[in-house]
Every structure is written in structure tokens, then in C-alpha cells.
């Protein structure tokens, strides 16, 4: 277990954002006239022993302006290049991180609408367990489908009851994520692409516990999600409004 929280948080933000059509980066999209990124860096901002943010991008120059007018504490935030993939941004990222850490946390830049008790939760989990993500159970119908000529068809019908969709924050010890990294490295020589580093975790035998997160901490990767990241954005407000 770990005892001295020292936490680090990672926010790659170096993709190209190409189903949004947007033509920027995650980061400098706005919501409300607020760019994505400002919205992750307030919430981290206020976790209590807080020792730095390492924000990946390609586009340095265009972040540190985007910084500049950040109107909160800009001393704990460290901008880095990125990689080809996001799991190569990541990389990037964790090699900068102050050795003391004891916690890591890795978000999406694209998720900017994340509650702070269950990224407590998820800190907790990870400080008992090891590694903790945020995931929502799956509603939906899922179908596995797969090309028959010209035609995309069902293949099969997946049963939903054990099936989470996850999201970010994600919270792994220091320790734990630096031995994965170095076993992926040494025994993964194709190197296969992995969408987060749970999945590392796992690749390598390891247990991921999972915490309930909200369906408003939705990812922002098409057109249609900043409308609904607004309407949730709009409704939070109004409940804090009416709390006050």
C-alpha cells in the first residue's frame, strides 16, 4: 500500500482530433468559451498533495500560449512533445515524471466534465489495489459485426451484463505502472497498439479494479458531443445554482 500520497497527473493531449473536424487539437477546443484543457486542469488543480501536471502535446508553442491565459496556478503544469500514438504520448509523459511520485493519474483531454468523489475514489482504490479506472456499465446492445463482401453484418450478439465501458481519470501507483512499462518494453517487441494503459496492466497479468463513474463524464470525439457537453455543462450549473 502506499503511504505518502505524492501525486502526478499525465493529460495527453496530443491528438489530432481528426473525427471532430475541428482542425486544432483536443486541447484548444472550447466549451462554453473555455478551452477543453482549462477544464481538466482546474479540477486536478485542488487535489490535495498535487505535485505536478505534464500536459503531452505536439504543438508546444501553441500550448504555452493557451497557458498563458490560464487563469489558475500555472507552476505545477509541465508541457512535453508527444508521440505518434497515444500510448507513445503516455510514455512520454510518465519518463518526465518527478521521481517521488507514488500515484499517477492519466486523463483525456477529452473528457472534461469528470467529478472530482469519484476521482477520489479511484485514488483510494489505486493507492489499496494498484491500478483503478472509471467505467460505466454497457446499456446498449452490442453487436460484433464483420465485412461479408460489400455488406457489414452481424457476426454475433455480445452478452452486455459483464461489459463496462471505461473512461478517465485512471489512477495506477508509480511503481506498479514503471514495472509495467519496462516488461511491455522488453517483452512486446511489435509493440501492439493499446487504447490506455490499464490494458497494459492487464496485458501483463495484472489486475484493474473498476469504479463507477457518471455517464455526463462522456468523451468528446464527434461534432454531436460538444452540443451534449453543453447541455451537462448547463445543467450542472443549474443544480449548483439552486444547491446555493
Known amino acids: 500500500m502506499v503511504r505518502n500520497k ?4 499525465i493529460i495527453p493531449a496530443a491528438g489530432s482530433s481528426a473525427r471532430l473536424n475541428a ?34 502535446s505536439n504543438d508546444i508553442s501553441g500550448t504555452k500560449s493557451l497557458l498563458d491565459n490560464y487563469g489558475g496556478d500555472k507552476s505545477k503544469i509541465k508541457i512535453v512533445a508527444g508521440g505518434e500514438l497515444r500510448q507513445d504520448s503516455v510514455l512520454l509523459g510518465f519518463k518526465e515524471l518527478n521521481p517521488n511520485t507514488t500515484l499517477v493519474i492519466i486523463h483525456d483531454v477529452a473528457r472534461p466534465l469528470f467529478d472530482l468523489n469519484d476521482l477520489e475514489k479511484c485514488i483510494n482504490c489505486a493507492e489499496a489495489n494498484g491500478a483503478c479506472v472509471l467505467a460505466c456499465p454497457v446499456s446498449d446492445t452490442i453487436k460484433k459485426a464483420k465485412y461479408d463482401n460489400d455488406r457489414l453484418v452481424v457476426e454475433t450478439t455480445i452478452d452486455r451484463r459483464n461489459l463496462y465501458a471505461v473512461q478517465t481519470p485512471q489512477v495506477f501507483q508509480y511503481k506498479l505502472l514503471g514495472e509495467v512499462y519496462k516488461k ?19 496485458l ?26 453543453e447541455a451537462i455543462l448547463q445543467n450542472q450549473k443549474q443544480e449548483l445554482e439552486i444547491a446555493r
Open 6 to 9: 505524492n501525486i502526478s497527473v
Open 23 to 56: 482542425g486544432t487539437s483536443k486541447q484548444f477546443i472550447l466549451l462554453d468559451n473555455k478551452p477543453l484543457l482549462f477544464y481538466s486542469l482546474d479540477q486536478f488543480l485542488v487535489l490535495d498533495n498535487l505535485q505536478e501536471i505534464i500536459v503531452v
Open 184 to 202: 511491455y518494453c522488453e517483452i512486446c517487441v511489435d509493440k501492439p497498439v493499446v487504447t490506455d494503459e490499464a490494458k497494459l496492466v492487464e
Open 204 to 229: 501483463l497479468g495484472g489486475k484493474v479494479d473498476l469504479v463507477i463513474g457518471k455517464r455526463s463524464n462522456i468523451k468528446i470525439t464527434y461534432p454531436e458531443d460538444l452540443k451534449l457537453a
